[in-house]
């Protein structure tokens, strides 16, 4: 692959069933997305936008085509590779938090740094800077029970952050939350997106839209429009080096 494409899919397909049963969730998408770019994949439920997400980063695997992040293609990895990658170069936001109930706010950001081998001390450094960057440094020591849905949400998007991804991709990140809260979360996604993060963001919400570069409309498994939004940047060109090796 050349280029300054950072993610990029080709060909890709993702089927379910046989026969008359034969579901075609993603079907023979082509996509390209820039570095730092913030690029919104609307539809509504059902079109294939959660599953395209999910065949991006390395959750699961196409029934054809190829998909590449960098200079790696990831549908070929291996498990031990995949599980490499995701935890090193992939941010996930989920509609449900995915938060861990028993460890305080700080503890779940801080658990994907531990686990990318990261030392305590510098895990929880990060940890916190990140709760400050999206105003919950005071509530570092609070169980997610004791949080908002929004703070919630905030929180993970600060894990996402953890281990400065080269891309995060957010599932339905305001589906869970009330309006008050989702304007918190699409303010932190348009800082994110002004400090050049590469985000891909899947939704029905045509919030979404207001911070994004581009807007990709889903319909039963395949892109039915792809706009540039006016005034907004595509990105900048992906460095190639040895910070991508090791993932196979």
Known sequence: MTGSALLRARGVTRWYGRGSALVRAVDEVDLEVPAGQTLAIMGPSGCGKSTLLHLLGGLQRPTDGEIWLAEHRIDEMSERGLARLR?????????????????????????????AGQSPHRARQRAMTLLDRVGLADRAKHLPSALSG??????????????????????????????????EVLRLFEELRTAGQTLVVVTHDARIAAVADRVISMRDGSFADDSRLAGTTTGTTVGTGTVYGGWR
């Open 150 to 183: 929004g703070q919630r949400q905030r929180v993970a998007i600060a894990r996402a952050l953890s281990n400065e991804p080269l891309v995060v991709l957010a599932d339905e990140p305001t589906g869970n939350l009330d309006s008050a809260a989702t304007l």
């Open 87 to 115: 935890r090193h170069h992939i941010g996930f936001v989920f509609q449900s938090f995915h938060l861990m109930d028993e460890l305080t706010a700080v503890e779940n950001v801080e658990l994907a740094a531990l686990l």
